[in-house]
Nanobody, 124 residues
Framework: VQLQASGGGRVQAGGSLKLSCVASGFTLRNHAIAWFRQAPGKEREVVSCISSSSSDTYYSDSVKGRFTVSRDNARDTVYLRMDSLKPEDTAVYYC??????????????????WGQGTLVTVSS
C-alpha cells in the first residue's frame, strides 16, 4: 500500500494551495481519510478528516474556516484545499488511511498507512 500526497509548494501568506492524496494497493473511497501535518521542531498533528461518504468532516481549530477537505470517490482521491494560508501553516502535510472502518478519526494511532508527505511553505 502506498499513499501519495502532492500539491505542496511555496506560497505567500494569504495564498492558497490544494493538496491531493491518492493511493495504490488501497481503495481510499471505502475509508475515512485524514490529513496531518508536522512543522519543524513540532509533533505531528491532525489537520482534518473526512468520512468515506463525505457526510462528516473534522477540522482542527487552527485551520477551521480556512481549510476544506473533500473527496472525489469516482477518482478515489482526497483533497485538502488550504486558503488564507499563514506562516504557521508551514509544515510537511501527510495523508493517512486506516485499515479499519470508522466515521472520523483524529488520532495518529487510528491510521495504518501514511503518504510520504508534501511540504507546504508559507512566507510572510
Amino acid at each position: 500500500v502506498q499513499l501519495q500526497a502532492s500539491g505542496g509548494g511555496r506560497v505567500q501568506a494569504g495564498g492558497s494551495l490544494k493538496l491531493s492524496c491518492v493511493a495504490s494497493g488501497f481503495t481510499l473511497r471505502n475509508h475515512a481519510i485524514a490529513w496531518f501535518r508536522q512543522a519543524p521542531g513540532k509533533e505531528r498533528e491532525v489537520v482534518s478528516c473526512i468520512s468515506s461518504s463525505s457526510s462528516d468532516t473534522y477540522y482542527s481549530d487552527s485551520v477551521k474556516g480556512r481549510f476544506t477537505v473533500s473527496r472525489d470517490n469516482a477518482r478515489d482521491t482526497v483533497y485538502l484545499r488550504m486558503d488564507s494560508l499563514k506562516p504557521e501553516d508551514t509544515a510537511v502535510y501527510y495523508c493517512a488511511a486506516p485499515m479499519r472502518h470508522f466515521t472520523i478519526g483524529t488520532r495518529e494511532e487510528d491510521y495504518d498507512y501514511w503518504g510520504q508527505g508534501t511540504l507546504v511553505t508559507v512566507s510572510s
